[in-house]
């Protein structure tokens, strides 16, 4: 079992940034299994759409949109997991949940807002 916690989201001015971190926690055989982590973000009334990814060797997944303005990083001592969002668009709204992959399971944390005003 791994648990997931978000922290770092909050309420920003376009063009402004945020930090997101995602702690991981759990069985130390699961967190040692910890694959690929990453982001995801569900805008209201939309569906959940991948931001980015990181493999514990630090290979890296963007989406287009973000691409330029975000990055993903791991920190695999402390089990966590940060996006760094720079430059941030109104677009960029919504709650950003953090994702994990371990024998075999998917986990997801409970999310953290972000809104961006324009």
């Known amino acids: 079992q791994v648990q997931l916690v978000e922290s770092g989201g909050g309420l920003v001015q376009t063009g402004g940034s945020l930090r997101l971190s995602c702690a991981a926690s759990?069985?130390?055989?699961?967190?040692?299994?910890?694959?690929?982590m990453g982001w995801y973000r569900q805008a209201p009334g939309k569906q959940r759409d991948l931001i980015a990814t990181?493999?514990?060797?630090?290979?890296?997944v963007y989406a287009d949109s973000v691409k330029g303005r975000f990055t993903i990083s791991r920190d695999n001592a402390k089990n966590t997991v940060y996006l760094q969002m720079n430059s941030l668009k109104p677009e960029d709204k919504g709650v950003y949940y953090c994702?994990?992959?371990?024998?075999?399971?998917?986990?997801w944390g409970q999310g953290t807002q972000v809104t961006v005003s324009s």
């Open positions: 759990g069985s130390i055989r699961s967190i040692n299994a910890m694959g690929v």
């Open positions: 990181i493999t514990s060797g630090g290979s890296t």
């Open positions: 994702y994990s992959y371990a024998l075999g399971r998917a986990y």
